[in-house]
């Protein structure tokens, strides 16, 4: 077993169970992409056991503390199953959901989602990469599933020295499906959607969006970076007269416009615009247009915290449109799921935007991801996605 030497000084996060070492931290030592190895304090004392990662930034990614644990099949078996015990216990309002959450269940760099009788499985590091027959022959064991589908094409695997991969690992067949949240059908497909197919994070915060709207009355409704229509359905179902949805990808607006059918909503009530959100939300400033509800949804604008001053003005930006764009009683639901955006930066920016719009606005709820989704508390980079349900003064 290969040890790893940490500089002085360095092993304090692990000692907190943070799972992550940087490269700067290492003193001495190295192994193979993936290898389990054990690694010590600067004075020789055992910290973990973890997966080393020769081309990452992130050179180690914990398994375990305990220096009795071996880091076998048996392990990975252990740690699905308890990931599996948690979602049975999780009210769930849908046969999607996220079965592995990464570092928060112990298993940095996994994601595995079900759609149905889908498991869908991007496997993002070295460590579980090289424990891949372990993990997909557990998961298929466990949930009794046997169409389990690799999306390993984020492009942190670039990262890791890995090749993007896609296909199916088990089973065949479609990879167009149609999966139940809320009361609502929704389809995806898991070959070609983003990520591995669907936001499932949004799914409690598509509900609240519904629900807001049926009490608030909001009958003109906004949905931008909308993707396959997720809050547009939920905007109808919450009986919003029309709705608009904006994204610049095509496939996921036609999708969109797909849902309103098949939820039953008139057709006539959607319209999907294939466009730039700020553009358009200038565009319809300038048009004289006023919404009763908006979303904004964007895409990670802030990877990681190097990124967040660019990220911060873009954010500014479009909630500050937004506002305007709003009738005074009007709702924003806001979001970022920006890593490098922390929950009281959020905040800030979007009091800033508020300030220069201007506009003053009650929170009615501070929200996060679904807890599928879940957050520990030792690994805070774990809470990427937050959002405000705004009610704007009038
Ligand atoms: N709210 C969605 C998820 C949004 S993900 C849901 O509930 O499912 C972010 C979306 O923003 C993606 O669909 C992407 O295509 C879109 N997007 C990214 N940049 C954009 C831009 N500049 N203008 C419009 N859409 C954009």
Same mark, same amino acid.
């Given at each position: ?9 360095? *092993? ?5 169970r ?11 030592g ?18 973990c056991?973890?997966?080393?990662s ?12 305990? *220096?009795g ?69 557990? %998961?298929?064991?466990?949930?009794? %599933?046997s ?42 497909d ?6 591995t197919?669907?936001?499932? /994070? ?5 509900k ?9 009355g909001?009958k003109?409704? %906004? ?17 919003? *007269? ?41 565009? %319809? ?5 006023r919404? /009763?509800a908006?979303?904004? /949804?964007?895409?990670?604008f802030a ?15 479009i909630?500050?449109?937004?506002f ?7 709702l ?28 003053d606005?009650?929170i ?16 805070? *980079? ?13």
């Amino acid at each position: 077993m290969k040890s790893i030497r940490l500089r002085a000084g360095k *092993e304090r996060s692990l000692q907190r169970r943070h799972p992550w070492v940087f490269e700067s931290s290492l003193q001495k030592g190295g192994g193979d992409p993936g290898e389990t190895v054990r690694v010590e304090s600067h004075e020789g004392q055992f910290l973990c056991w973890a997966a080393f990662s020769p081309r990452s930034q992130i050179r180690l990614r914990a398994w375990s503390f305990d *220096e009795g644990q071996r880091i076998d099949a048996a392990f990975f078996e252990a740690r699905i199953a308890e990931a599996l015990a948690m979602r049975k216990r999780l009210p769930i309002a849908s046969d999607a959901l996220r079965l592995i959450h990464g570092e928060a269940d112990g298993l940095p760099g996994l994601i595995v989602d079900r759609y149905g009788d889908t498991l869908v499985a991007q496997f993002g590091a070295v460590g579980v990469e090289r424990w891949k027959s372990a993990i997909v022959s557990s %998961l298929l064991k466990q949930t009794g %599933l046997s169409r389990l589908y690799e999306r390993s094409d984020a492009s942190a695997r670039g990262l890791e020295g890995l090749e993007e991969r896609t296909g199916w690992l088990h089973g065949e067949g479609a990879t167009e499906l149609t999966i139940a949240e809320h009361q609502w059908r929704l389809s995806l497909d898991v070959a070609t959607g983003h990520k591995t197919g669907y936001y499932l /994070d949004q799914r409690d915060n598509r509900k609240r969006f519904a629900d807001a709207v049926r009490h608030y009355g909001c009958k003109r409704v %906004l949905n931008c970076y909308s993707y396959t229509g997720g809050f547009s359905v939920a905007a109808l179902a919450g009986g919003a *007269e029309r709705v608009i949805s904006v994204d610049s990808s095509a496939p996921a607006l036609a999708r969109a416009s797909a849902h309103v059918a098949l939820n039953g909503f008139e057709p006539g009530r959607h319209e999907a615009r294939d466009a730039d959100v700020n553009q358009t939300l200038r565009g %319809l400033l300038e048009a004289g247009e006023r919404f /009763d509800a908006i979303v904004l /949804d964007p895409p990670k604008f802030a990877p990681t915290v190097a990124h967040a001053e660019r990220a911060a003005r873009a954010y500014k930006d479009i909630n500050r449109l937004a506002f305007k764009l709003l009738v005074p009683g009007g709702l924003l639901f806001t979001f970022s799921c920006s890593g490098g955006i922390a929950p009281d930066l959020f905040h800030k920016i979007v009091a800033g935007a508020g300030l220069d719009a201007p506009a003053d606005g009650y929170i009615l709820e501070r929200v996060a991801a679904a807890p599928d989704h879940p957050q520990t508390i030792c690994f805070p *980079e774990g809470e990427y996605l937050k959002g405000l349900l705004v009610l704007k003064r009038g």
